[in-house]
């Protein structure tokens, strides 16, 4: 049977969030659960820029959104489970603010599959074609298209940070958690930027160890599958 991303459970309202993007190690909501899992028929893909968060009107980021594909594929992620009014309403506000009004997203609903299969609405923050911000694909050919996103985010830079980090460490988190995931969109534009920064060891590495170091109930639910190389 669904849930709703926020109904009332004995008593208790409670709110489900899916994270893809940043929200997988930067939550700043309180969250009683996380569920390991998917979401169907979508895509991560780099076409929404950035004026605040990684980058500024001067020279703009890019940020991921989930776009719908053809086929069914799966995009993994995490189920954040907030529970209490109180909570909710801080995070809505939270989420409102960082997503919607400095990230140009919009939010809707979708159903996510845990690993056992079972299934619940969660909400989501997406892009839409009517924000400002949304710049969708530069070529029809994944290679030109990652090739000038990737140029796009070296030395772009916003107040939470540079733009190369923000893709590092997504790729570092969905290549170490979840092993399932076969993003191509995502592995080639970190691949384009490891070597736009002339292949930066030291600072790779300092971006990947932030995740390695993430919240342990994130640890303790997705067990480390592979190593930084």
């Not at 939010?107 to 299934?119: I, M, P, R, V």
């Not at 990737?150 to 893709?167: D, I, K, L, P």
């Amino acid at each position: 049977m669904s849930d709703k991303p926020c109904e009332y459970r004995k008593h208790e309202p409670v709110l489900s969030v899916f994270a893809y993007g940043s929200l997988l190690w930067v939550q700043n909501f309180i969250f009683s659960r996380v569920e390991s899992g998917y979401i169907q028929g979508f895509k991560r893909l780099f076409w929404q820029e950035s004026q605040t968060h990684r980058g500024t009107k001067e020279k703009p980021g890019r940020v991921a959104i989930i776009n719908k594909s053809n086929g069914n594929e799966k995009l993994w992620g995490l189920k954040f489970i907030i529970k209490g009014i109180t909570n909710i309403e801080e995070a809505k506000q939270k989420l409102y603010t960082r997503e919607t009004r400095l990230g140009g997203y919009t939010s809707c609903e979708t159903l996510f599959y845990d690993k056992a299969g079972a299934q619940s609405i969660v909400l989501v923050f997406t892009a839409t074609s009517e924000s400002n911000l949304f710049v969708g694909p530069a070529s029809d050919s994944l290679q030109k298209d990652v090739e000038h996103i990737s140029t796009q985010v070296v030395g772009a830079r916003g107040f939470a940070g540079s733009n190369e980090e923000y893709v590092v460490k997504l790729a570092h988190f969905i290549r170490l958690y979840f092993p399932e995931e076969k993003d191509e969109h995502l592995f080639l534009l970190d691949e384009k930027v490891k070597e736009k920064l002339n292949n930066n060891v030291i600072n790779v590495q300092s971006f990947c160890k932030e995740i390695d170091n993430i919240d342990s109930r994130i640890l303790a639910l997705c067990p480390k599958k592979r190593q930084f190389d």
